[in-house]
């Protein structure tokens, strides 16, 4: 494709981010333009800041609108050490809920929240690799382990699934007397 400049690239990246089942990455996104992945990272800022409901994630870039439009959510608060990070994120794909970000109370910047927007088994080892390859640091090191879960899945039986399948593996923060 020749190179995209401008107003117009941003229209056409938008519409193929809308468009796409899954995330695209910055660099399929920079390539797809001919343009680098920095340019992809300002047109993505400038989209947002249009009110476009762009969200980026360990996969990619994702149009908020692409979400199940009948999902219901919940958040979950959630206690584990950070090697038990992938085992709690494929407890809750297995149970058939997307898990739509992490978020932790900081004592000087207040909730963080990250987009996981993982879904599959396939997404939590894209998502690790994602860490391992970057070198991250994973939210809940911030907080000792503990941090919130947005879990979204079609029904609340599947929510309630993923919360009791939490609970059987230890990684569900319950309230105690």
């Known amino acids: 494709m020749k190179k995209l400049y401008g107003e117009d690239r941003r229209q056409i990246l938008l519409e193929k981010i809308k468009t796409s089942s899954n995330p695209l ?47 219901i959510s919940r958040s979950i608060a959630c206690l584990h050490k950070k090697e038990d990070t992938e085992r709690e994120l494929k407890v809750l794909v297995n149970a058939g ?9 900081h004592p000087v910047y207040g909730e963080l929240t990250a987009g996981i927007h993982v879904s599959t088994e396939q997404d939590v080892e894209r998502f690790m690799q994602r860490v391992r390859d970057t070198g991250a ?37 319950e309230e105690t007397e």
Request: charged share 15%; aromatic share 6%; glycine share 8%.
């Open 25 to 71: 990455t910055g660099s399929e996104l920079a390539a797809f333009a001919s343009v680098s992945r920095q340019v992809i990272v300002s047109d993505m800022t400038l989209l947002k800041a249009k009110g476009e409901p762009i969200i980026a994630t360990s996969q990619g870039y994702l149009y908020m609108n692409s979400q199940a439009a009948g999902d």
């Open 97 to 105: 809920v997307t898990v739509k970000d992490v978020t932790v109370e």
């Open 137 to 173: 640091s994973y939210l809940l090191e911030l907080t000792g382990g503990y941090h919130l879960h947005t879990i979204t899945a079609p029904n609340v039986a599947m929510l309630e699934e993923a919360i009791r399948a939490m609970r059987e593996n230890g990684f569900l923060l």
